[in-house]
């Protein structure tokens, strides 16, 4: 650090901070709205709520670098360091910090929840519409590419 962290005025930081706290509120509130479009099935919700977390998502990152650039300014090589300083020199600040850091931990639990979601619902489509085009019970294949494929063999449910 090239300054002494008792120089440093934390406010700032602490601004950035209160910024994300607020942007990852809205997030994890617009994550709970999703898990619960989901699984009501209402997939307009679920794209509408796409755009606004995209937007929210992007004010944190520009948050993020912000605040990256504020500790460097400041001679800070890590957030650990910078975090460790703060509890020294501006509890309050630390305090939003680890608040911050709380709500970006649960943001990302609930959308790690949202992601198994998606990810079921995905696999029951994909077993109705193979049921729907006879294909119901065979192998996939995986193209180069990673993707699940399955033969065209089989009767669809209406030449059953």
Known sequence: MNQTSSLVDWAEFGRFLQRDIEFSQQLLDALREERQALEERKFQRFEE????????????????????????????????????????????????????????????TANQINEQICRRTQVVVENVLDALRGQHGQRATYNAQGIAQRSNAGRTITSA
Request: hydrophobic share 40%; glycine share 4%.
């Open 49 to 108: 709520l796409l755009g606004e977390k995209r937007t929210l998502i992007i004010q944190l990152e520009q948050n993020t670098l912000a605040r990256r650039t504020w500790l460097q300014q400041r001679g800070f090589t890590d957030e650990t360091s910078a975090l460790n300083a703060a509890q020294k020199t501006a509890p309050e600040v630390a305090e939003l910090w680890e608040s911050a850091a709380a709500l970006w931990r649960d943001c990302q």
